[in-house]
């Protein structure tokens, strides 16, 4: 995994890692976006047949109390909530012939739907 800067800010752990799959994929389609000075935010919102959903967008803002990772050229950013509750995840790229996308393990998930999309 590429890991070349870590910011911790504020109290909150650093939430997610990405493989250097993801950080290609991403860093891709942040270049096919034209706007270097976008993150990856990563998210957890109420919701989802299992409480919980995994929410990841690209943001133009960083609050001042986000917790932000850099993985080569690739910034992501997630809330102090979120942050907890993704604790020691891990994102990953996955192009294959059943289907590409991105995949969020969550070691802090209990119970997950059938989808994948969403956890307690």
């Known amino acids: ?29 942040i270049a096919q976006e034209g706007n270097d000075q976008l993150v990856l935010r990563v998210a957890v919102r109420a919701g989802g047949c299992s409480g919980y959903s995994y929410d990841m967008f690209f943001d133009a803002e960083v609050a ?12 992501v950013a997630v809330d102090p909530e979120s942050a907890e509750m993704l604790k020691g995840s891990t994102l990953d790229y996955e192009d ?23 956890f307690s």
């Open 1 to 29: 995994m590429a890991l070349t800067t870590s910011v911790k800010i504020g109290r909150a752990p650093v939430p997610v890692t990405l493989t250097d799959s993801a950080t290609a994929k991403v860093a891709d389609l």
């Open 64 to 75: 001042d109390e986000d917790v932000v990772r850099s993985f080569g050229t690739v910034r």
């Open 96 to 118: 294959g012939l059943q289907g590409a996308g991105f995949h969020l393990t969550n070691p802090n998930a209990t119970r997950t739907c059938g989808c994948g999309s969403s």
